[in-house]
């Protein structure tokens, strides 16, 4: 096999003519001009066709793009410091394939001042295959060969962890010493844990590493992350589309350097974006799939708040695992620490990005032997998530009723939006009711013609004005008239409309307990009083009922109706009983009724 266009193959000089370089590459001194040349390389070596013993395959995690050869080959040269190396040899046939290896030879030379970061966390480039002057043929890079997949092609493989772990050297001991254990959630989610930490750091540490140079590398993706069986770490792929963070330019004024900075921003979020689409398909192996990595995007971009994630990904995770999903166990291990880094580096606006460092302290990333003092922005996370989590095991025996209660009051203590102002901005939208402080009552053996089973109950705002907002309620329900209702749940379909407005104004609730503690809360102090937000009924209130049954009369509608409301928050279906908010933000709402019961909702997606 050959490869394809007319190369010119120039030797390197013999081993006395050759002398290390300070960064340790070679450098060829044969000649003057040639010296001359390869002064301005620096670590970037030139090759001949004849270094190289071509192989006669492939392997399927190096391939490219429609404008690029692939082959791998060995060097032959016994001479050469590469000899015995596995190399690939990249040819790039179109002018944007030539710009793009280019531009990774002079990445290459930038970095080149730390070359053991760039070894451990970049492919290694090695330099190109030399050609005549004024060659318009094929360019072709020479760099290095870092095992037979990339990290889409791992994900793809059905023993993909075990298969990793070994090429990781991971034992036992290593396992622990490197990222800690947790044993919340079983074994198999421990050790999927503890390699995506692994892999997640260091490709933050190799991204990090770019940053810190002026470069945001612009096309992280699975098919461009490789793992190197030699020396453990991640590679983040062949640099020839990096971008510098600073346009160069003949002046520098107060306008320009403003602008370097924004650009410098910009590029930094676009990059932790792409880490928060690996992050995300390392952990939920669903998103493999192109169909429903296309509607996870698809929420994204219509401006949906990522902190909503997991309320937009749980029917998917549900639907296959009705046993748990092992994604979705890590993401809620320690108190929803995945679901909160996910947010921020999926982030809607760049300027609220994570970054690499911050990311690299995250809980998430930070095992039990490494624990960090976790901000107030996490701890409000993990009392929201932890609430939401225990709301949804629908199982409310009286300890879990008041657990439950102490963690909303606890929430309300921390209470980051307590202005109308704040509310007004971030109210508007489609809430779930997940729990209620008061009373539950289910299908019981009560003996009712008609029984409604609750599907779902929405609270839905919209803005009027400065201070007044239209509210809605929505419940869907299924109304089962069989007796054999503990066993088969079929009935015909029905939902509950209720309009209303209202007027919000600042305020103050009372009726916090003193008996709450919560880790680095333990000596909060809790005051007498909240500031909250104050609800004021101003319209009336509009009731829309509809029954998908033939035969329907006013005495099964009336049936019907007595039954939701005994079921349902009086709140939901009164909405001038909802007297004050006394928590929000951009996932999680709480309301308080007239008696004083808290409604606990999560926001839903557009």
Request: charged share 25%.
């Amino acid at each position: 096999m050959a490869l394809v266009g007319s190369i010119t193959a120039v030797r390197c000089p013999q081993p006395e003519l050759r002398r290390r370089s300070r960064w340790g590459g070679v450098r060829c001194t044969a000649a003057p001009k040639v010296e001359e040349k390869e002064e301005k390389a620096g670590p970037v070596l030139r090759f001949a066709m004849s270094d190289f013993e071509v192989c006669s395959h492939v392997s399927v995690g190096l391939q490219g793009r429609t404008d690029e050869v692939i082959y791998e080959a060995t060097v032959c040269d016994p001479n050469h410091a590469l000899y015995n190396s596995r190399v690939v040899l990249r040819q790039l046939t179109s002018v944007q394939a030539k710009r793009r290896g280019r531009r990774a030879l002079e990445v290459l030379r930038k970095l080149a001042r730390r070359q053991l970061m760039y070894d451990n966390y970049a492919m290694q480039v090695h330099g190109y295959l030399a050609q005549k002057e004024n060659d318009d043929g094929p360019f072709t890079l020479v760099h290095g060969y870092h095992g037979s997949y990339s990290l889409r092609h791992w994900l793809q493989l059905s023993d993909w962890l075990p298969t990793m772990e070994a090429t990781l050297a991971l034992d036992e001991e290593e396992r622990v010493r490197r990222v800690g254990d947790d044993s919340v959630g079983g074994p198999a989610v421990t050790r999927q844990l503890r390699l995506t930490r692994i892999l997640m750091r260091d490709l933050l540490i190799g991204v990090n590493y770019l940053h810190s140079h002026g470069l945001a590398h612009t096309e992280l993706r699975l098919e461009n992350v490789h793992i190197s069986p030699v020396d453990k770490h991640v590679k983040v792929g062949i640099l020839g589309n990096a971008v510098d963070f600073y346009e160069k330019s003949q002046g520098e004024n107060e306008n320009k350097v403003e602008s370097n900075i924004d650009r410098r921003k910009l590029m930094i979020a676009f990059d932790m974006r792409c880490v928060g689409f690996i992050m995300a398909k390392l952990v939920l192996k669903e998103l493999m799939d192109t169909k429903i990595f296309s509607d996870f995007k698809s929420f994204l971009t219509k401006g949906n708040d990522p902190s909503c994630l997991r309320e937009f990904l749980l029917p998917i995770l549900s639907r296959n695992s009705p046993s748990g999903n092992i994604g979705l166990q890590m993401l809620d291990r320690n108190w929803g620490a995945g679901w909160n880094l996910l947010s921020l580096l999926l982030a809607t606006k760049p300027s609220q990005r994570i970054s690499c460092l911050n990311a690299l302290r995250h809980p998430f990333l930070c095992g039990p032997k490494w624990r960090v003092n976790p901000s107030i922005d996490i701890i409000r996370w993990g009392l929201g998530s932890t609430a939401v989590r225990m709301a949804e095991d629908y199982i409310y025996g009286p300890h879990q009723r008041k657990r439950i209660a102490d963690f909303i009051e606890l929430m309300e203590l921390l209470n980051p939006n307590s202005t109308p102002n704040n509310w007004m901005e971030l109210l508007p939208g489609k809430w779930r009711l997940l729990y209620s402080t008061c009373k539950h009552i289910g299908l019981t053996f009560r003996q009712p013609s008609i029984r409604p089973l609750i599907k779902n109950s929405f609270l839905s705002f919209s803005l009027l004005s400065n201070s007044t907002l239209s509210i809605s309620s929505h419940i869907s329900f299924t109304s089962i008239s069989h007796p054999h209702w503990p066993h088969d749940k079929s009935g015909f379909p029905g939902s509950l409309e209720i309009y209303s407005s209202s007027v919000i104004s600042p305020g103050e609730f009372v009726g916090i307990s003193g008996n709450l503690s919560y880790g680095k809360l333990d000596k909060f102090e809790v005051p007498e009083s909240l500031e909250v937000v104050k609800f004021r009924n101003v319209g009336e209130i509009d009731v829309e009922m509809n029954v998908g049954l033939k035969d329907m009369n006013v005495g099964i509608g009336e049936t019907v109706l007595r039954e939701v409301r005994i079921q349902i928050p009086q709140e939901m279906f009164d909405l001038g009983r909802i007297v004050c908010g006394t928590y929000l933000d951009s996932r999680i709402l709480v309301l308080r009724g007239v008696g004083g019961s808290a409604l606990f909702f999560t926001r839903c997606s557009v």
